[in-house]
């Protein structure tokens, strides 16, 4: 069992709760994914955690076996028939004062990280932008595009790219006031002048929206050799040239989440400063706020600032 200090609160869990669009749990259930908190019992048999430990909770299982692509995350979705499944057996999530987890989903968090928990509770999102550039191989020295990068999800991404040592990050978006706080954060962040550029070594693609054009030609800006990741939520078909992919020996992949082995990894780069999460804001709400906190994060999350349930 862990008791909470800080859960995420994603925009798209108004959605969540309030339509059909979701294969959420029965109802009622508890919502709730990226949290951080304190280890308080653990099971018999439980190896590699302790009371006392604090711990990122990455609520992320999936199905097992090459037939069945399905996944659960705990506290919020399922897809395929083996994610359904661990739904049924893990429907509760992390808008609670503590919640109960398969020891996997534990991740723990180096004692030298010195960041406040409603900070570290946006993990989720970070190591997804971190798994995603990894996917792409990126390099140091190289160029980087990030299409759609006001979000929470692309702005991490840049975070996520400068520590990796991006030689330059241009990103793209339609919030311009929170682009121009992205170029001022690091010199070698610059923005999309609306111009087509086709010397960029990768791109990621963080874009939601049901028209795929932004997508397309943020693909399009690809050098010859060069590496996309598609982590965003396109709600269409993308137009893809046959004959451009042969001639550019371009490469795309789709990437969803962080691998569990590569998470302290990521957390050796906070713990160095590589990975800067001094501009990251939080408005912090308590459990008795929820339905404020849940209308705060679509209205007002974006950027660098996020929103966050406190039990503190």
């Given at each position: 069992?862990?008791?909470?200090?800080?859960?995420?609160?994603?925009?798209?869990?108004?959605e969540?709760?309030?339509?059909?669009?979701?294969?959420?749990?029965?109802?009622?259930?508890?919502?709730?994914?990226?949290?951080?908190?304190?280890v308080?019992?653990?099971?018999?048999g439980?190896?590699?955690?302790?009371?006392?430990?604090?711990?990122?909770?990455?609520?992320?299982?999936?199905?097992?076996?090459?037939?069945?692509?399905?996944?659960?995350?705990?506290?919020?979705?399922?897809?395929?028939?083996?994610?359904?499944?661990?739904?049924?057996?893990?429907?509760?999530?992390?808008?609670?004062?503590?919640?109960?987890?398969p020891?996997?989903?534990?991740?723990?968090?180096?004692p030298e990280?010195?960041?406040?928990?409603a900070?570290?509770?946006?993990?989720?999102?970070?190591?997804?932008?971190?798994?995603?550039?990894e996917?792409?191989?990126?390099?140091?020295?190289?160029?980087?595009?990030?299409?759609?990068?006001?979000?929470?999800?692309?702005?991490?991404?840049?975070?996520?790219?400068?520590?990796?040592?991006?030689g330059?990050?241009?990103?793209?978006?339609?919030?311009?006031?929170?682009?121009?706080?992205?170029?001022?954060h690091?010199?070698?962040?610059?923005?999309?002048?609306?111009?087509?550029?086709?010397?960029?070594?990768?791109?990621?693609?963080?874009?939601?929206?049901?028209?795929?054009s932004s997508?397309?030609?943020?693909?399009?800006?690809?050098?010859?050799?060069?590496?996309?990741?598609?982590?965003g939520?396109?709600?269409?078909?993308?137009s893809?040239?046959?004959?451009?992919?042969?001639?550019?020996?371009?490469?795309?992949?789709?990437?969803?989440?962080l691998?569990?082995?590569?998470?302290?990894?990521?957390?050796?780069?906070?713990?160095?400063?590589?990975?800067?999460l001094?501009?990251?804001r939080?408005r912090?709400?308590?459990?008795?706020?929820?339905?404020?906190?849940?209308?705060?994060?679509?209205?007002?999350?974006?950027?660098?600032e996020?929103?966050?349930?406190?039990h503190?």
């Amino acid at each position: 069992m862990v008791r909470l200090e800080a859960s995420f609160v994603a925009p798209f869990f108004k959605e969540l709760v309030t339509t059909n669009r979701w294969k959420t749990p029965r109802r009622p259930f508890t919502p709730g994914q990226d949290a951080i908190g304190i280890v308080e019992t653990v099971g018999d048999g439980v190896l590699g955690h302790t009371p006392g430990d604090r711990v990122y909770c990455d609520t992320l299982l999936r199905g097992h076996g090459l037939s069945d692509e399905g996944h659960c995350f705990i506290g919020a979705f399922a897809t395929g028939a083996s994610g359904l499944r661990l739904q049924q057996d893990w429907p509760d999530g992390t808008f609670a004062e503590r919640v109960v987890l398969p020891a996997e989903c534990l991740i723990p968090i180096l004692p030298e990280v010195d960041a406040d928990p409603a900070i570290l509770c946006r993990l989720g999102w970070l190591g997804t932008a971190w798994g995603a550039l990894e996917r792409a191989q990126l390099q140091p020295g190289e160029r980087v595009a990030i299409n759609g990068a006001t979000g929470l999800i692309g702005t991490s991404t840049v975070l996520a790219a400068l520590a990796m040592g991006a030689g330059s990050v241009l990103v793209i978006g339609r919030r311009r006031a929170i682009l121009h706080e992205l170029a001022r954060h690091d010199h070698r962040v610059a923005i999309d002048d609306g111009h087509i550029q086709r010397d960029v070594d990768v791109v990621v693609d963080c874009v939601e929206a049901n028209d795929p054009s932004s997508t397309e030609r943020a693909i399009g800006m690809l050098r010859r050799g060069g590496r996309a990741a598609i982590i965003g939520g396109v709600d269409a078909s993308i137009s893809l040239d046959y004959g451009w992919f042969i001639g550019r020996e371009a490469t795309v992949t789709g990437s969803m989440w962080l691998p569990r082995e590569h998470w302290r990894r990521l957390l050796s780069q906070i713990v160095s400063g590589g990975l800067d999460l001094s501009p990251l804001r939080c408005r912090q709400f308590t459990l008795h706020e929820m339905n404020e906190a849940i209308v705060a994060a679509v209205s007002e999350a974006g950027g660098f600032e996020h929103v966050a349930i406190v039990h503190f």
